[in-house]
């Protein structure tokens, strides 16, 4: 923490690729190392990974955003601090063991409970992230951890999502992620103090997740549906903006179920720019496991939804006035390398301003194809050194090194949390 007291700025996103001001961010912690080959699909990872790597990449990744944005929040810092009010740390401490079920004694006698408040704030912030062990495990069983590590913290973008001047605390589809929320709540509403929404709490089944949340601008939303954020979390934000605005938009295209690589909308498609997308190509042409996958523009206008059918979510953008050139494309034009490359988030590009992104080096077909639209190649080395600025390119990608992060199954959009744009 730089100093004793972190203060919140405000919060407002009405874009995707407005000038990025301030973000929150989970530099990761040991929690990404606590499974085995045994559990980590469970976590929703593809692959277990070398924590040494993850800090040189992650550590090149919010070095990026550390020189361009205001303001970068990290969730332990911020934790820490709300942990010194006992109301938050009572909430917290209980609704996080009440979630993972835990009941039973600790071998001296002590709960588990007495133990996490004796804690000082800074340590009990760690664990409520990176879990808690038992003293004494056989080595088999799958109950190794009291409290149950949040594996997926680094993805701050899926548990809550700014949209506008506030944040949708998401209900999440799997239970290994459902406690990161309590997490997110406590820091949106104690911290920053804004409005929080939330579709479970309109409907207990309606799901919604970061990952499919595009905040296109201040009367469009681009939202994903398939495994993560399904129909009655779309109806939710519908009814939400039907109350609130005359006039209002959701573009929603349908994703696969599987593979893993198609969790999130943000997972095939990017905005980059106000006239620019990152795209796999499938998704435009309806093809393999795309074919057949709607895309459904929602039109709200004084109060009244109506739904109809559009090719596809580029046409969708050209229907409502946007001005879009021709898609860059995940993997180039090889539709072989174009598989490869989205299953390591190729297409998962985060904006920092307009035509201003970045993203994971190791896709080389798809940075290759950003260089023939007239993006400036940056190296994050460069950057974070100060050999480069940013700041001199109207167009770029700041080109990170990913061998093990893509390993946990996402990319630059999905480990930030915008909290402020221009």
């Given at each position: 923490?730089?100093?004793?007291?972190?203060?919140?700025?405000?919060?407002?996103?009405?874009?995707?690729?407005?000038?990025?001001?301030?973000?929150?961010?989970?530099?990761?912690?040991?929690?990404?190392?606590?499974?085995?080959?045994?559990?980590?699909?469970?976590?929703?990872?593809?692959?277990?990974?070398?924590?040494?790597?993850?800090?040189?990449?992650?550590?090149?990744?919010?070095?990026?955003?550390?020189?361009?944005?205001?303001?970068?929040?990290?969730?332990?810092?911020?934790?820490?601090?709300?942990?010194?009010?006992?109301?938050?740390?009572?909430?917290?401490?209980?609704?996080?063991?009440?979630?993972?079920?835990?009941?039973?004694?600790?071998?001296?006698?002590?709960?588990?409970?007495?133990?996490?408040?004796?804690?000082?704030?800074?340590?009990?912030?760690?664990?409520?992230?990176?879990?808690?062990?038992?003293?004494?495990?056989?080595?088999?069983?799958?109950?190794?951890?009291?409290?149950?590590?949040?594996?997926?913290?680094?993805?701050?973008?899926?548990?809550?999502?700014?949209?506008?001047?506030?944040?949708?605390?998401?209900?999440?589809?799997?239970?290994?992620?459902?406690?990161?929320?309590?997490?997110?709540?406590?820091?949106?509403?104690?911290?920053?103090?804004?409005?929080?929404?939330?579709?479970?709490?309109?409907?207990?089944?309606?799901?919604?997740?970061?990952?499919?949340?595009?905040?296109?601008?201040?009367?469009?939303?681009?939202?994903?549906?398939?495994?993560?954020?399904?129909?009655?979390?779309?109806?939710?934000?519908?009814?939400?903006?039907?109350?609130?605005?005359?006039?209002?938009?959701?573009?929603?295209?349908?994703?696969?179920?599987?593979?893993?690589?198609?969790?999130?909308?943000?997972?095939?498609?990017?905005?980059?720019?106000?006239?620019?997308?990152?795209?796999?190509?499938?998704?435009?042409?309806?093809?393999?496991?795309?074919?057949?996958?709607?895309?459904?523009?929602?039109?709200?206008?004084?109060?009244?939804?109506?739904?109809?059918?559009?090719?596809?979510?580029?046409?969708?953008?050209?229907?409502?006035?946007?001005?879009?050139?021709?898609?860059?494309?995940?993997?180039?034009?090889?539709?072989?390398?174009?598989?490869?490359?989205?299953?390591?988030?190729?297409?998962?590009?985060?904006?920092?301003?307009?035509?201003?992104?970045?993203?994971?080096?190791?896709?080389?077909?798809?940075?290759?194809?950003?260089?023939?639209?007239?993006?400036a190649v940056l190296n994050a080395e460069d950057i974070v050194e100060g050999r480069v600025d940013m700041n001199g390119y109207d167009r770029f990608v700041a080109a990170f090194p990913g061998s093990e992060l893509p390993r946990a199954g996402g990319g630059a959009r999905c480990m930030t949390m915008p909290i402020l744009r221009d």
């Amino acid at each position: 923490m730089e100093s004793d007291i972190i203060r919140p700025c405000k919060v407002n996103v009405a874009s995707e690729t407005g000038r990025l001001r301030a973000v929150l961010l989970r530099r990761p912690g040991i929690e990404v190392e606590r499974m085995t080959p045994l559990n980590a699909a469970q976590a929703l990872y593809s692959d277990i990974l070398d924590k040494a790597t993850v800090d040189k990449e992650y550590g090149l990744f919010c070095g990026i955003l550390e020189r361009w944005t205001d303001h970068v929040y990290y969730v332990r810092d911020i934790l820490a601090q709300l942990l010194t009010n006992d109301n938050i740390r009572d909430h917290l401490v209980d609704a996080s063991l009440h979630h993972d079920r835990h009941t039973s004694q600790l071998t001296n006698g002590e709960s588990l409970r007495q133990l996490l408040m004796s804690l000082d704030s800074r340590e009990l912030a760690r664990v409520l992230i990176e879990g808690y062990e038992q003293d004494h495990w056989d080595g088999f069983t799958d109950d190794r951890f009291l409290l149950k590590p949040l594996y997926n913290m680094l993805f701050t973008r899926d548990a809550s999502s700014t949209i506008y001047n506030r944040v949708l605390i998401n209900s999440m589809s799997f239970e290994v992620r459902e406690r990161e929320t309590l997490i997110y709540e406590a820091i949106f509403r104690n911290f920053f103090g804004v409005e929080l929404l939330n579709a479970a709490a309109w409907n207990p089944l309606a799901r919604t997740e970061g990952g499919d949340v595009h905040i296109a601008s201040p009367d469009l939303l681009c939202i994903g549906e398939g495994i993560r954020t399904n129909a009655k979390g779309v109806d939710f934000l519908a009814r939400t903006f039907a109350r609130e605005r005359d006039h209002f938009d959701i573009l929603v295209q349908e994703l696969p179920t599987e593979p893993d690589s198609f969790i999130h909308l943000d997972m095939v498609f990017t905005l980059l720019g106000q006239h620019h997308c990152m795209v796999f190509e499938p998704v435009l042409r309806k093809q393999g496991l795309f074919a057949n996958k709607a895309t459904t523009l929602v039109s709200i206008h004084h109060g009244r939804i109506t739904y109809r059918e559009v090719p596809n979510i580029v046409e969708g953008l050209r229907t409502l006035g946007w001005q879009m050139e021709e898609p860059i494309l995940c993997g180039g034009t090889d539709s072989w390398v174009q598989l490869r490359e989205q299953w390591h988030s190729g297409a998962n590009f985060f904006a920092l301003g307009d035509d201003q992104v970045m993203g994971y080096r190791r896709n080389t077909h798809t940075i290759d194809a950003l260089d023939r639209a007239g993006f400036a190649v940056l190296n994050a080395e460069d950057i974070v050194e100060g050999r480069v600025d940013m700041n001199g390119y109207d167009r770029f990608v700041a080109a990170f090194p990913g061998s093990e992060l893509p390993r946990a199954g996402g990319g630059a959009r999905c480990m930030t949390m915008p909290i402020l744009r221009d």
